[in-house]
């Protein structure tokens, strides 16, 4: 076990490694011809490489409310503090990759739209999903009593996460979108994409350090999660025993 | 069961007239913030699509002055525990969202008149289309601040954390409505505006029932 422990993080650093590298490092050509060379991407250009980090943070914003989500229902069926652990160790991390991806895309955006913010819907999108975070941290921080607090909590999540589907599949299709995907060319003519998945025709290699990254961020995620909500888990029992004596 | 809801409605109807509290205080937050935004605007011509957008500031912020007391009410005076001996939880929500409907149609009617009589760029072209834009956000206003309401009154504090929690959940439904008021100040036909009209009520029928469902796990202490 300790063994394995040791191999898989060793991958992962690699992983991050490589990932950050031919992330920033490899170059953007017109015509690639070795394996290490990008395509451009028409209204992306040299800004493109921006997908490796931001992509996966935005994903990971998503993955950490879903989880969140899923451990408040899951503390609302069966009562057990450990899941209202995971669900706030999940959101945690949720708020720092939403952070994240809302700074690295304003900056992009400065660069590709000329300003930080442009109500883009994606960017409502994050932007609504910043406050849903914010007020589920207030809320929690105004409740002294455990079990409330976690019931309460778990209501809240699971309220905030049916009005998402509003913001990531409708809002896009009402809105105009600037975001690279947000488009699509249908019989020579431009609209509005209506897909919520970005398509960004990618080239194969550009695809595979792209899917890697994701992974690798991914993989990281569950980590952070994992040592987080044990924390949390092992906080609450030395508490308990103090209290008791 | 429902005449025990609208026993607990006519009950909260009551007890409103008596005192008077809410529609006091709602009355003079409407006229508050018009007067803000009518100071604020001065001599100037304001375009619009402002004003359409300025219609639901003042219905947002409204509503959050008052709508949180149906349920506060109850955890202050202590009568919670006694309706929740007498009433199963669907009973006491269907109650709270009636008396919550009513106050925001009446609010929202107030609003939307002395909004056309004092503005003049507000001018709506396609009425019908605002109607039914109107009832369906109304609808869906009454019934997202009826459970935050509920997840408040049981939180600590009451009056700050309100608009925070209500914001986020609110948001769909309010930039909907703005663009929907902008396109009936436009003349939009309603077969254009179908995608905006639909959002409004799969908004009105998945908050309903997401109430319903998470409503018993708030109520039960």
Known sequence: MKKFDIVWKTFLFLLLCFVSVAGIAFPIVENPVHWYQYPIIRGLEENAKIIFFHVPTAWLTVVAFLMSTIYSIKYLRKKNLDDDAKSYAAAQLGIIFCILATVTGSIWSKFAWGAYWSWDPRQTSIFALLLIYGAWFALRSSIESEEKRATLSAVYSIIAFVTVPFFIFIMPRIMIGLHPGAEDVVNGKLVQSASPVIDFKMNGNMLLVFFLSLAAFTILYFWMWNLSYKSLIYKDRIQKQITRG | ?221
């Open chain 2, 1 to 221: 069961m429902k005449s025990k809801a609208f026993a607990l409605f006519l009950k909260d109807f009551r007890s409103e007239l008596r005192t008077r509290y809410a529609v006091n205080s709602l009355a003079m937050f409407i006229i508050v913030a018009i007067s803000v935004i009518l100071f604020s605007i001065g001599q100037e011509k304001i375009p619009q699509n402002l004003t359409g957008g300025l219609f639901w500031v003042v219905i947002f912020f409204s509503a959050m002055s008052g709508l949180a007391r149906a349920f506060v009410s109850e955890e202050e005076r202590g009568t919670s525990l006694t309706l929740q001996l007498i009433a199963s939880p669907s009973t006491v929500f269907t109650g709270k969202l009636l008396f919550n409907l009513i106050l925001v149609f009446i609010m929202n009617i107030i609003i939307a008149l002395l909004y056309s009589a004092l503005f003049e760029a507000f001018v709506i072209l396609n009425f019908y289309l605002f109607l039914v834009t109107f009832i369906l956000s109304n609808i869906g206003l009454a019934v997202s601040s009826t459970i935050i309401a509920a997840i408040i009154s049981k939180a600590g504090s009451k009056g700050t954390l309100y608009p925070v929690l209500s914001f986020p959940i609110l948001l769909p439904l309010i930039l909907t409505s703005v663009q929907l008021t902008s396109a009936c100040m436009v003349g939009t036909t309603f077969g254009e505006s179908s995608i905006n009209l639909a959002v409004l009520v799969c908004y009105d029928v998945i908050m309903l029932t997401a109430s319903y469902m998470l409503f018993d796990f708030i109520w039960k202490d």
